[in-house]
Structure formats: C-alpha cells, structure tokens
C-alpha cells in the first residue's frame, strides 16, 4: 500500500465512523448502502460531446444518508451495450457527495465524459444499474 492510498483509506474511515452535523449516516461503497438505498437509471440524453444521465436515489431508511466519493476513479461510470466504460467528466459540474433525505429520493444529474450510442447502464462501487 503506498503512503498515499493509506491517507485517503483513513480519511474515508474518518469520515465513515463520523456523522455529519446533520445526523447523516455517511455511506462510501455498495455495501453500505445495499439495503437501503435504491438507485434507479431514470433518464440518458447526449449532453455536446458527453453523456448526461439523471440518477434516482431513493432512501428507505428513517437516517438521512450522505453518499460520498462519487468523483473518485471507478466508483461511478456509464457503461455500454459493448461493456465498455466512460468515467466521469472531470471538473466541478459533478457532485463528489450527495445527501439523501430519509424515506425520501432525490435526482442527480451526471455527465459522463465521451458519447455513448447505446445500451447504457451505470455502474456505483462495482454494481449495474440498467436504465428503465
């Protein structure tokens, strides 16, 4: 492990083992959020040269929950019909957390680098979710 992966795993503990000022349970992977969180592909549409998808996140439980480090390399990414992947656009126009109020939803729109033609899907820490 390099000096450098060891600071950001601690940081990620850090953030993990506290709540935020608002209560919020902190969630930074797919098992975290695996019983509580529903993810839904609710809408794709070409954004210029890039891909636009609104995501919806829907909170079952009674905690506000934060999702966090959705801007880091491989934890969100658009995938193809072909099995081919397209990360993030780099820059401030995607959201590195988002919070999610409890028994509620909320829409994100992301914009991922490069046109995708068909197929899409996108996969959060590891999981496929197919548009619907």
Not at 74 to 85: E, K, Q, R, S, V
């Amino acid at each position: 492990m390099t000096a450098q992966g060891g600071f950001t795993e601690g940081v990620i503990d850090g953030r993990e083992s506290a709540q935020g000022a608002d209560g919020a349970q902190v969630i930074s992977n797919h098992e975290q959020m695996a019983d509580i969180v529903q993810v839904d592909v609710l809408k794709t549409q070409p954004d210029g040269d890039n891909l636009r998808i609104t995501l919806g996140l829907k909170n079952t439980s009674a905690t506000q929950l934060r999702l966090i480090n959705l801007t880091q390399t491989g934890a969100l990414l658009a995938i193809d019909a072909d099995g081919y992947a397209n990360p993030l656009l780099p820059g401030l126009q995607n959201p590195d957390e988002i919070t999610v109020p409890a028994n509620a939803g909320v829409r994100q729109v992301f914009i991922f680098a490069g046109p995708m033609d068909s197929g899409v899907s996108v996969r959060l820490w590891g999981q496929d979710y197919p548009v619907h």
